[in-house]
């Protein structure tokens, strides 16, 4: 499996259009959650986000917040972002415009949010150009991928992956979901502990 860990300038160029960090001017990172919710596993995160009085931007596929209500109101309760995720967690490369359009207004219904981070990070330049003019959506795309998700790696790796990557307006991809969890479980306690020794401060993001 292979991706990159740092987002290159050349793939933020290619695809302008969406968000890739935030701004550096202070001491902030913006983690973000893709694909829960999930009754255990978000807890978990919610509940290492408030040790450091952390905010995060949660990315819910529509099907889950369906199924796992109540840990979506948990997440919004607790004064942190959520964003859409589509409803069935769709590839944009491998659907037709359609059908990917309506499997986002779907999700839609359940996730009150102008906020967008297409799975697997893959949307074509038309789709992009259509969810930002004509749904008013930001897309967040991000500049650290954790790699949480690729069980072939250790946690250790998960979390180098992260700090050797991460710096003022860095916005880092973790998951709230099984496949991921072995990796996020380990990583994210250690990043949010490194990084707020260093005087960072964990933030949602507003756009």
Not at 21 to 46: A, N, Q, R, S
Not at 113 to 119: K, M, V
Request: some cysteine; charged content about 25%.
């Amino acid at each position: 499996m292979f991706y990159f860990a740092k987002t290159p300038w050349l793939l933020k160029k290619m695809y302008s259009a969406a968000t890739w960090e935030m701004p550096d001017h202070e001491k902030v990172i913006y983690l973000t959650f893709d694909d829960g919710p999930h009754p255990e596993i978000t807890p978990f995160v919610l509940g290492e986000l408030k040790k450091f009085n952390a905010k995060a931007t949660f990315f819910c596929i529509g099907n889950n917040v369906v199924k796992h209500r109540d840990t979506y109101t948990n997440i919004i309760n607790e004064g942190h972002k959520i964003g859409n995720h589509t409803y069935n967690h769709l590839n944009g490369w491998k659907t037709d415009d359609k059908k990917y359009f309506k499997d986002i207004t779907e999700a839609g219904k359940y996730i009150d949010s102008n906020l967008f981070r297409p799975p697997y990070g893959r949307i074509s330049k038309l789709q992009l150009k259509y969810l930002t003019e004509s749904f008013n959506m930001k897309v967040i795309m991000w500049s650290v991928l954790s790699g949480d998700f690729d069980q072939k790696i250790t946690p250790e790796t998960c979390l180098k992956n992260v700090v050797i990557s991460t710096g003022s307006g860095s916005i880092i991809v973790f998951h709230d979901s099984e496949k991921a969890f072995k990796n996020m479980q380990y990583a994210l306690p250690k990043t949010l502990a490194f990084f707020a020794e260093k005087d960072y401060r964990f933030d949602k993001i507003n756009l």
